[in-house]
């Protein structure tokens, strides 16, 4: 993961494109419950730091998984195509969900 390494951080997410055409947001998170990821099907306990991945699909509609960091950096980063930093604060959850409201052809550019 090449040029990625501590990201998602506070500030800085990361968004590329699944071979689907999904845009997937990568944001860094603590965790509320237990949760299980879906990269090595492990545990990842309450308070951890680690990955939300948020899908926002192609025809529209939104998804998420808790990722742990290394499996994002060792499985799903390199899975991904023009992964580039955005602003945290683009990767809000508000903000897209309401991106997935829209078909991506009809959205505008972020
Ligand atoms: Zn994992």
């Given at each position: ?88 604060n683009e990767s ?17 550019r972020s």
């Open positions: 993961m090449s040029g990625f390494e501590g990201l998602p951080d506070t500030r800085t997410s990361l968004v590329g494109i699944t071979d689907e055409g999904d845009e997937a947001w990568l944001i860094r998170s603590i965790s509320q419950k237990l949760y299980r990821c879906p990269g090595c099907h492990g545990e990842i306990m309450i308070g951890a730091e680690h990955v939300v991945v948020q899908y926002v699909k192609r025809i529209g509609g939104t998804e998420h998984h808790h990722w742990h960091r290394r499996c994002v950096e060792e499985i799903l980063v390199g899975e991904l195509r023009r992964v580039r930093r955005v602003s945290a809000q959850r508000g903000k897209l969900e309401s991106r997935g409201r829209r078909p991506a052809g009809r959205r505008r």
